[in-house]
Every structure is written in C-alpha cells, then in structure tokens.
C-alpha cells in the first residue's frame, strides 16, 4: 500500500507530517491530503516529502506514475 510505505518511509527518516508543514509554512492538514497521494495538490509539499525521505516523487508516489511505468515497458 503507498499510503502505508510512504508513512514508513517518513517514520526511518525521523521526520513527521508535523515536521514538514512546519518548515513550509503549511497546516499539517496540507500534508496528510498529499499523503494521501489522492491528488496532487501542492509540488512544494511533494518535493520537501521526498527530499526528507531522500527518494524521487515516481519512488515516493508512484501512483501517480503508473501510466507513465506502462508506457515504459513498451
């Protein structure tokens, strides 16, 4: 599950949702709907997620990429 692994992935980089709103300026709200990965909502959120996880947005939120993996495979 995305949801799932991405919390995991904030969880061994030692930084909470509460962390990066904090340093962007956002409601911690901001971020759990960009967890969610339900839509994309904010680049900025999405780039402070992954450079806090050290992974890419196709890595950190591959949902979103999954199109773009099917047409690389033909």
Not at 24 to 40: D, F, H, R, S, Y
Not at 45 to 69: D, N, V, W, Y
Request: glycine residues 6%; aromatic residues 2%; proline residues 4%.
């Amino acid at each position: 599950n995305p949801r799932t692994t991405r919390k995991i992935l904030l969880l061994r980089a030692g930084i909470t949702q509460t962390d990066i709103a904090r340093s962007l300026g956002v409601t911690p709200q901001a971020v759990t709907l960009e967890m969610a990965g339900v839509q994309k909502r904010s680049r900025r959120i999405r780039q402070a997620l992954c450079a806090a996880t050290g992974t890419t947005e196709r890595e950190f939120f591959p949902e979103h990429h999954k199109e773009a993996s099917a047409m690389d495979e033909q």
